[in-house]
């Protein structure tokens, strides 16, 4: 099993920044894939950003440019750094992660989520 575990999240005006981490724990063989969704109240859970172990990433139309997601593989954790933060950036953010079991198959594992609230 593994384990995400979110934090940084929290109250900002507009136009200010926030980093989250989220790092994995557990029996871990290797974590490919990992990434951030978040959701807003009356919403469906959205991609924000994804990144490979090789650090390929991906960005959502609405945050490419204000948002820049990063890993440490040998810290096992993930950072989405905000900036230029928007209300409509608030929501809860969730951490994601594709990890292999010691047979090899893939499984995919959800943080708890941390709020996000930004201020007009």
């Known amino acids: 099993q593994v384990q995400l575990v979110e934090s940084g999240g929290g109250l900002v005006q507009a136009g200010g920044s926030l980093r989250l981490s989220c790092a994995a724990s557990?029996?871990?063989?290797?974590?490919?894939?990992m990434g951030w969704y978040r959701q807003a109240p009356g919403k469906q859970r959205e991609l924000v950003a994804t990144?490979?172990?090789?650090?390929?990433?991906n960005y959502a139309d609405s945050v490419k440019g204000r948002f820049t997601i990063s890993r440490d593989n040998a810290k096992n954790t993930v950072y989405l750094q905000m900036n230029s933060l928007k209300p409509e950036d608030t929501a809860v953010y969730y951490c994601?992660?594709?990890?292999?079991?010691?047979?090899?198959?893939?499984?995919?594992?959800w943080g708890q989520g941390t709020q996000v609230t930004v201020s007009s």
């Open positions: 994601n992660a594709n990890t292999p079991d010691r047979w090899g198959m893939e499984n995919n594992y």
């Open positions: 557990g029996t871990i063989f290797s974590i490919n894939a």
């Open positions: 990144i490979t172990r090789g650090r390929s990433t």
